[in-house]
Every structure is written in C-alpha cells, then in structure tokens.
C-alpha cells in the first residue's frame, strides 16, 4: 500500500521536506506499506524549497538587506524552465529577526526589491514570488523603491499563502499586524499608512492583496498576477498525479485552525484529496477552532518524534483497514 506524506512546514520547528521525511520514515515502520515524501507549501516560507524537491533547479545566492537593514544571504532558485522562484522570507522574513526586534513600523521590503534586482540580472523568462512569512506591514514600498518599474518587463506570479485584502478587519494590518510585533495602537497606525498609498488604490480588494504585508498589493500595481498559493505549488509538483496513486495521504502543519481550510497548504491538499476520493488525514502540532485533525503533543522538541509515530499509526489503520 502507498501512502503520501505532504505536510506543509511547522513554522519554526520543521521544515515541510523534513516534516516529510519523519512522517515516512514512520509509515515505512510497517510492513507492506511504502511512502513518498511529496511536501507542500502556499506561498510562505520554504516555497521554493519545495518546488525544488519536487522539480530540481539551481540554487542562487544574493547579499541583500534584512527587515531592519542589516546584510544577510538570500537564496533563490532558478529551474530549469527558466523561472526563478523568490521567497520574500528569505529577504525580509519574521525568522530573521530574534526576539524582540519585531517593528513593523520600521521593518521594510527594500531587501526583497534587492533581491529581486539580483534575480533579474540572470535574465530569467518568468518570476514567481511567494510572499508570505514576512516581518513587515509596509504595503510593499521598500521593494518598490528598489525595482521601479523593472518587473513590467518580465512576467510575473505571486503565489499568495493568504486571499486577505489589503485594507479593513481582514486587511494585512489587523489580521496579521499582531503576529508580527504590532500592539493596537501600531496597528492603527499601519492600516493608516497602508490607506495613503493612493498608487495600491485600484488594487486593494484583489484576493491576496493584504498577503505579505501589503505585498500583494505591491506586485499587483507593478502588473503581477496575484495566484492562490497552495493551488499554484500543488499544480507544479504534479500533486493530483501522485495522489491518484496513493491509498492515504497526510498532511497538517504547525497549527492547525479555521484559516488552515480557508487557503493553506494543507487544506488545499485536503479538498484535493475530497475530490479524488483519496481517505486523507490532517494533522497539526497544535489545533484549534474545533477542526478535526490529529494532534501532535504541542512540544516542539518532541516534534520529530511525534512525527514518526504518527506516520506508524496511520499505516498500521491503512494496513489493518476500519
């Protein structure tokens, strides 16, 4: 029997090729059942890392600046079509900041612009940037002001793990101002700085507009196409292929809750699943808001284990059946 393991990452703990890895490691504990590590992402952080297990490439490597201006290395990959695929985390992303450097109303974008520019210059056919993980709110200006006008010239997609608009209660402000350091008081004074930037106007109700702190916006003003995430990498990975294949698949991710099923990864590989007629199973190391999903102990020490035992259970339910 052939079982899936396609977790998306747990943030901060795992990423989703390793997530993948202890998950098969304990489906093949069991005799008769074979697994295949197909992870999966949206979007965020660790996007192009999953495109390149699934379709090969180049890995590049640029300086550029972090979210508060300081030198870091950013990679991004170049397959072999031709594309090249930015995560802006690797730019401007929440893990690059320790603890208690999180300042939305300094952090910028210009690192990912850099990056960006140095992407351009290998002359790629297409671009695709995911923008999610990111530690800024700042609509996009910092990369802005780096590349001008020179996306235009090339075409561009933007994989986009939220389809949040840029404005309002479900605007990048207040949904996702809090996760990144900003107190109510801050969060106002984003949602006002995002309102004064008449050139994101005609582009603020876009699904994924909010996506990144605004970043979806950006793109969508310099002529990008804003793409739901999670169907874009499951349709590259060939991810129907393998699932018509396979009697289980898995998945989850770090927590799992309400947006979980609204636009992540793994929710996006459970409505696949549904469609197919494949039995899936959804985990998360910690899960929220009544979703029904297999919980993990919550440690993030004990991840890898929980992983791994996991993966045995499961097989031993798709070997012993109902």
């Known amino acids: 029997m052939l079982a899936l393991a396609s977790p998306a990452s747990l943030k901060g703990v795992l990423s989703s090729g390793d997530a993948a890895r202890l998950l098969a490691i304990g489906l093949r504990r069991v005799d008769g059942v074979e697994a295949v590590e197909a992870p999966v992402a949206d979007g965020g952080e660790g996007t192009a890392a999953v495109l390149h297990a699934a379709l090969g490439g180049d890995w590049r490597t640029a300086a550029v600046s972090d979210p508060l201006g300081r030198t870091v290395g950013a990679r991004w990959l170049l ?134 702190g605004g970043l979806g916006a950006a793109f969508a003003a310099l002529g990008a196409e804003l793409c739901e995430g999670a169907e874009l990498v499951l349709d590259a990975i060939g991810f129907d292929e393998l699932a018509r294949g396979a009697d289980l698949v898995v998945t989850g991710e770090g927590t799992v809750d309400a947006t979980t099923l609204e636009g992540k990864a793994p929710g996006a590989v459970v409505r696949r699943c549904e469609r197919l007629g494949v039995p899936c199973e959804l985990f998360g190391g910690l899960v929220r808001d009544g979703v029904h999903a297999h919980a993990l102990s919550g440690r993030r020490a004990l991840a890898g284990e929980d992983l791994i035992a996991l993966g045995e259970e499961l097989a031993l339910g798709l070997v012993d059946g109902p």
């Open 79 to 212: 397959l072999g079509d031709g594309t090249a695929v930015v995560d802006a985390a690797e730019a401007v992303g929440l893990p690059l900041l320790a603890d208690g450097e999180l300042d939305p109303l300094r952090a910028t974008t210009r690192g990912l612009g850099e990056l960006l520019l140095a992407t351009l210059a290998e002359q790629p056919r297409s671009l695709l940037v995911g923008v999610g993980g990111t530690a800024t709110v700042d609509g996009g200006t910092g990369m802005r002001a780096v590349v001008g006008s020179w996306l235009r010239d090339i075409p561009v997609r933007v994989a986009c793990d939220v389809r949040n608009p840029l404005l309002g209660e479900r605007g990048a402000a207040r949904v996702f101002g809090p996760q990144k350091g900003a107190d109510p008081a801050t969060v106002e004074e984003l949602e006002l700085r995002l309102a004064s930037l008449d050139e994101l106007a005609p582009y603020r109700d876009l699904p994924g507009a909010g996506a990144g």
